[in-house]
């Protein structure tokens, strides 16, 4: 029996775990995948890594600030570029040398990949991978009753209190049934408004000498297809090889939402990136293509998250709770252990400074 389960490791996840964790509560996090950080991703391939979910962190909101400067201190964020180019093709074949503007923007990044920031928020948390919840129940006990399914042999838990971080899309599958258990329909029409855009990230590697004097980071206004263009391997202290990363826009994105195979997608990708910038840009040495779903909230919930008593303590939260930025998954992952303490057992939580403590 655990006092609270959080399914779900992300960054709203995480941060709230630690404040429950850090009071003193016994609680598991459950995560399908076999890390933690959700967006906060990076791929390890050909002796290295890169980014394929969030780009950088920029010192931006009253919860993130603190934070990045702590991670600096830890050596575990670095100054990744401090100019921006926004990219502006004047017509759709190719990109004026006039069109590229930059602006000045502190971006940091962790050579060790942006997952080493959701590692270091995961610090003395007991997290169960490769775990996924396929279901919630309440008990005659008033306790939860999950249901997990894995790679390895199925198994339950139980606890007083259920968080869920997870995309709202994904909440509202997972608790639906839950209709027939007394959960009110309000619950899941507040779930149900949240939507979200789905993107697509090509990662693709060059020869070492195919660069030379390549823009860090660019933002491409305009384009129906590609969204941003990064030298990811810029990010790292000592990178073997170029390697890129392309994003797309969520009308390009929403194009391959069923595909199978999506490598057509990221050649695509990468040859309108070689009519904007370079054309060798288009014959990558090796090109792998990761699909987001729920990439950005597109229509997010207008509060810090979202609680119901009925049947029993259940809090959703994330991004998609009270803006769409990495400060809303803080503060929703922030206001969602508050409101489970004052459920439980009402003890003093270490608040916007809990990464202080962890070691």
């Known amino acids: 029996m655990f006092d609270v389960a959080i399914i779900g490791a992300g960054l709203a996840g995480l941060t709230c775990a630690q404040q429950l964790h850090q009071a003193g509560y016994h609680l598991v996090v459950v995560e399908k995948s076999r890390g933690v950080g959700g967006r906060l991703a990076t791929r390890r391939l050909y002796d290295t890594c890169a980014d394929h979910g969030v780009r950088y962190l920029e010192p931006q909101g009253r ?20 100019t921006l180019y926004e990219l502006q093709p004047t017509t759709s ?3 004026s040398e006039n069109s590229a503007h930059p602006s000045h923007l502190t971006c940091y990044a962790a050579p060790a990949g942006m997952t080493a920031v959701a590692k270091f928020l995961a610090t003395g948390l007991d997290i169960e991978f490769n775990r996924r919840v396929e279901a919630i129940t309440p008990t005659e006990e008033q306790s939860w009753l999950l249901t997990l399914d894995s790679t390895e042999a199925p198994h339950e838990l139980t606890a007083r209190a259920v968080v869920v971080a997870i995309p709202a899309p994904q909440a509202l599958m997972l608790l639906e049934p839950l209709a027939a ?6 619950f899941l029409d507040r779930l149900s408004s949240v939507t979200f855009e789905p993107c697509l990230s090509a990662i693709a590697g060059y020869p070492s000498a195919a660069i030379q004097d390549f823009p860090k980071a660019c933002t491409v206004s ?16 000592t990178a073997q090889m170029p390697i890129f990363v392309l994003q ?15 490598k057509p997608a990221g050649q695509q990708l990468l040859s309108r990136a070689a009519q904007l910038l370079a ?9 792998q293509v990761h699909r987001w779903r729920y990439a950005f909230p597109k229509t997010p919930l207008n509060q810090d998250y979202l609680y119901t008593p009925t049947p029993l303590p259940l809090v959703c939260c994330g991004d998609w709770c009270g803006g769409k930025r990495i400060e809303s998954a803080l503060n929703s992952g922030l206001a969602a252990a508050a409101q489970i303490n004052q459920q439980l057992q ?3 939580l270490p608040g916007e400074n809990f990464c202080k403590t962890l070691s």
């Not at 919860?63 to 401090?82: A, E, G, N």
């Not at 054309?279 to 090109?287: A, C, E, N, R, V």
């Open 63 to 82: 919860l993130l600030q603190p934070l990045i400067k702590l991670l600096v201190q830890r050596d575990i964020l670095h100054t990744w570029t401090d």
């Open 93 to 95: 074949e190719s990109l």
């Open 181 to 186: 258990k007394g959960l009110s329909p309000e």
């Open 222 to 237: 305009n384009d129906s297809d590609l969204a941003w263009i990064g030298l990811d391997s810029s990010k790292r202290l």
């Open 248 to 262: 797309s826009t969520a009308e390009f994105a929403q194009q391959y939402l069923d595909a199978e195979d999506l």
């Open 279 to 287: 054309p060798w840009l288009d014959t990558p040495d090796w090109l």
């Open 346 to 348: 009402q003890r003093s």
